[in-house]
């Protein structure tokens, strides 16, 4: 072993340059894998932190109401189907609270309202999600106050603070006066007090946000909540906290990542096309090592037969080889993660920085699997060089 | 004698494909050799003396025949036996002198040793610094390979040929690409080893002179022992 090591390292610097050329294209793979590493754990951490910054880690409302069976007629089911008019409410939710709040990790809980409607003003007419909310708590969930793009977020009993995308397509801007209109059918005449934009669409461009008082006359809800949303200490817990409060309450408790599919498919399938442009750089290295030990073969064929002759082993062979390709994978790992750490260093964390830098993630640039997996890929590269040496004839080699 | 022949040699035939046709290049060669023998092995080229080298040295098998060295039939044994075998018992010189050209003339020398062991042991630096010495090459000892003439590259690959102490060392014409000068002083070298250490040489050779200076003299025609004298 210590003799081949000798044999390859002497091969290796005896054709510097190439060898040189060599660890730095294998370097550049790797540099391309750590870079992709900390670019999709990047995006991910900027995506959940976006998108879970303003929603609610765990949602907890009354359970589905299932079919109710009518009457047993053989061969049919006569059942009344869920009303989609009626939202079930949680009818004593302030005995619930206490319970919420003392559940481990549990560090926000806001009491909703909700309900669906419309705002009218002259003749644009938009269809709006009603938020009823304690006007301290406004903020609470998603950051409306440091969102506010016009007017103040207090909730007053005559005023809305609405999306900018709903104030748009209405025409509206703070101070100005609409009606609002619930499923309930009641209405109601309000004056914006505050315009927000979150930078979510789905929120921008349909919510309103009303004093809760004024929301139980709109959604003719004199007492319950439609819900209670959670804040965590832990993103991470959200699924066991969720399993724990169903426990406690007997309510439908439901965590993000199970109330956002679509976020969490398509961080899936960003990991997994982080995944393919990673395993080509991989395939390119491997690709690249093999065919320059296949190369240092067929140059140095007659000193491996030399060697053959002299007593040196198809192991021994085997071995020189390999090592070949270890030294140029390793020294090509190491070089191409530690540029990649280095370059990756200066820009700052994806959650730190206030949009439009590449949210690239330096804590997530996968340095050690990127060593291991190129050594171990040099390695593999290697294998069909060194056999194709080992099965050298010396005395083809040698020759007349 | 009682001692067990350097080399014995029954009705060895070599045939090589050539194309469609198999061409037979050793018909049938019956040989012994004694132990410490310095043997000249002559003929025109094509008659089969490379040939008959690369089956004794291992190197290549028979298509018929018994080989023995030193008694160990080599006919049918594995890749591996036949490697540790050579690496023991049997030395080479070229005639295109083949060193490694990326190591010292020491390295060079050493290698046969150190392919044994695995490393390069103290004991072998010395024994191989004292054969550079013996072929006259101590001062080049630390010279890459590639930075030696036709001569000294020579000699180097007789020191080589000696590092494990073989008891057969088979040189396939190691004048053949030297000068008149480097030829005599290579030539000189194989039989003072051959005198001092007991080493028994079979050197192949289109030169007469060469030749008469050998105790023996094998003549091949055709892929067959023409004549045979001592
Ligand atoms: N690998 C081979 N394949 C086919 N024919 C070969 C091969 N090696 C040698 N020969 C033929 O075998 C014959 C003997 O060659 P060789 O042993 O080299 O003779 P010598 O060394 O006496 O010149 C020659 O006719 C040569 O062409
Ligand atoms: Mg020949």
């Known amino acids: ?400 | 004698m009682n001692e067990v022949p350097l080399v014995e040699v029954r009705d060895l035939t070599k045939d090589y494909a050539e194309g469609e046709n198999v061409a037979r290049v050793l018909k049938g060669v019956q040989l012994t050799v004694a132990q410490g023998e310095l043997v000249a092995l002559l003929g025109p080229s094509g008659s089969g003396k490379s040939t008959l080298l690369n089956i004794l040295g291992t190197l290549m098998r028979p298509t018929s025949g018994s080989v023995r060295v030193l008694g160990q039939s080599l006919v049918g044994a594995e890749d591996l036996v036949l490697t540790e075998f050579r690496n023991r018992h049997i030395g080479f010189v070229f005639q295109a002198h083949l060193l490694l050209p990326d190591f010292t003339a020491l390295e060079n020398v050493m290698f046969p040793a150190a392919a044994r062991h695995g490393r390069e042991r103290h004991t072998d630096r010395a024994r191989a610094s004292e054969l550079l010495d013996r072929v006259g090459l101590s001062d080049r000892r630390d010279y890459l390979a590639s930075q030696l003439s036709g001569g000294q590259k020579q000699r180097v690959a007789v020191a080589r040929s000696l590092m494990n102490a073989p008891e057969l060392v088979l040189a396939d014409e190691p004048t053949g690409n030297l000068d008149r000068e480097s030829a005599d002083r290579v030539m000189q070298l194989l039989i003072d080893i051959n005198s001092s250490d007991g080493t028994g040489f079979l050197i192949s050779t289109h030169d007469e002179n060469i030749a008469a200076r050998c105790q023996r003299q094998i003549y091949m025609a055709d892929g067959r022992i023409a004549d045979d004298r001592r």
């Open chain 1, 1 to 400: 072993m210590l003799y081949s090591i000798k044999i390859a390292t002497r091969y290796l610097t005896a054709t510097r340059g190439q060898s040189l050329l060599l660890v730095v294209g294998v370097a550049v793979g790797v540099y391309v894998f750590v870079f992709m590493s900390a670019l999709i754990g990047g995006l991910a951490v900027l995506l959940i932190d976006r998108t879970v910054g303003s929603i609610a880690h765990v949602i907890v409302e009354p359970p589905d109401r299932n079919p109710v069976l009518l009457q047993e007629v053989p061969g049919a089911l006569l059942a009344v189907l869920k009303s989609s008019q009626q939202r079930p409410t949680l009818q004593s939710a302030a005995a619930y609270l206490p319970v919420i709040e003392a559940t481990p990790h549990v560090s926000v809980v806001v009491g909703k309202l909700l309900g669906n409607g419309f705002m009218v003003k002259g003749e644009a007419v938009a269809p709006v999600q009603i938020t009823g909310i304690e006007d301290k708590d406004i903020s609470a969930i998603a950051d409306i106050d440091s969102s506010l793009v016009a007017g103040s977020s207090e909730l007053m009993l005559g005023t809305a603070v609405i999306g900018s995308g709903l104030a748009e397509s209405l025409g509206v801007g703070v101070g100005q006066s609409l009606v609002i209109r619930s499923e309930r059918n009641v209405e109601q005449s309000i004056t914006i007090g505050g315009i927000f934009e979150l930078g979510l669409a789905a929120i921008d461009e349909a919510a309103v946000y009303l004093n809760i008082r004024a929301a139980r006359v709109l959604l003719a809800l004199p007492e319950g909540l439609s819900r209670y949303e959670v804040k965590l200490d832990d993103l991470q817990q959200a699924r066991s906290v969720a399993e724990d409060l169903r426990a406690r309450t007997g309510l439908k408790a439901t965590a993000w990542q199970d109330q956002n599919a679509q976020l969490l498919e398509g961080l899936t399938a960003q990991a997994r096309s982080g995944d393919l442009i990673k395993g080509f750089a991989l395939v390119t290295i491997i690709i690249g090592i093999a065919s320059a030990l296949l190369l240092s073969t067929y140059r140095r064929q007659s000193e491996i037969g030399i060697m053959r002759a002299m007593g040196a082993s198809r192991g021994f062979v085997v071995t020189v080889f390999v090592i070949q390709g270890a030294i140029v994978g390793l020294a090509g790992g190491v070089l191409g993660a530690g540029l990649g750490f280095l370059s990756l260093l200066p820009f700052p964390p994806p959650e730190m920085t206030s949009g439009g830098g590449l949210p690239v993630d330096y804590r997530q640039g996968a340095y050690g699997a990127a060593i291991a997996l190129t050594l171990a890929g040099a390695i593999a590269a290697s294998i069909w060089p060194a056999y194709t040496a080992s099965r050298i004839d010396p005395v083809k080699a040698i020759g007349p």
